[in-house]
T-cell receptor, first 112, second 117 residues
Framework: EPEVTQTPSHQVTQMGQEVILRCVPI?????FYWYRQILGQKVEFLVS????????KSEIFDDQFSVERPDGSNFTLKIRSTKLEDSAMYFC??????????FGPGTRLTVL | AQTVTQSQPEMSVQEAETVTLSCTYD???????LFWYKQPPSRQMILVIR??????QNATENRFSVNFQKAAKSFSLKISDSQLGDTAMYFC??????????????FGKGTLLTVNP
């Protein structure tokens, strides 16, 4: 069964460093998402991506964040200069126009 | 904007018994989807069940069923014959149908369910 994959599973970085989180969505999906979950809190929408552009972003997704689909298979989230409060679990998800979003296993980002 | 409220931060149930998790939501949309996702300690998000708002019949998946009350904007999850593997955080989520190019999910804060042996 096709699945969404994410790498790395855990990323540790120093404050101020750039990180890139990678996702490979399901191959025939057209809509891609990043969500964030700070430990013990709810899952929050960051950004949606369709037709090679951002379709919506939340207030969390400021200028420090960017997304890219560089090669037709990968979908990346870049944080330019990480802050302590960026420490969270980051989930990638994808879907067709159907109802269900398929989530990856997540990347745990720890900013020291 | 939509909001999803889960008023039970934690619940517990004895193995083999039945438990109901509550969820209410607020929206001006007429057509939408509602979901329950399970997040075990591994933190993987797993879809448990979904409900289309235009369907009056409540969705059922094996031991999991929902009670969808559209007028009351209520969407509860019933787990029958609870098993130890059901121990997890459960999130209720909302998605509008008419999202244009965006079908983002809005989640509640979650209910931590513990199944006791």
């Amino acid at each position: 069964e096709p699945e969404v994959t994410q790498t790395p599973s855990h990323q540790v970085t120093q404050m101020g460093q750039e990180v890139i989180l990678r996702c490979v969505p399901i191959s025939n999906h057209l809509y891609f998402y990043w969500y964030r979950q700070i430990l013990g809190q709810k899952v929050e929408f960051l950004v949606s991506f369709y037709n090679n552009e951002i379709s919506e972003k939340s207030e969390i997704f400021d200028d420090q964040f960017s997304v890219e689909r560089p090669d037709g298979s990968n979908f990346t989230l870049k944080i330019r200069s990480t802050k302590l409060e960026d420490s969270a679990m980051y989930f990638c998800a994808s879907t067709t126009q159907g109802s269900e979003q398929f989530f990856g296993p997540g990347t745990r980002l720890t900013v020291l | 904007a939509q909001t999803v409220t889960q008023s039970q931060p934690e619940m517990s149930v004895q193995e083999a018994e039945t438990v109901t998790l509550s969820c209410t939501y607020d929206t001006s949309e007429n057509n939408y989807y509602l979901f329950w996702y399970k997040q075990p300690p591994s933190r993987q998000m797993i879809l448990v069940i979904r409900q289309e708002a235009y369907k009056q019949q409540n969705a059922t998946e094996n031991r999991f069923s929902v009670n969808f009350q559209k007028a009351a904007k209520s969407f509860s999850l019933k787990i029958s014959d609870s098993q130890l593997g059901d121990t997890a955080m459960y999130f209720c989520a909302f998605r509008a149908v008419s999202g244009g190019s965006n079908y983002k999910l809005t989640f509640g804060k979650g209910t931590l369910l513990t199944v006791n042996p």
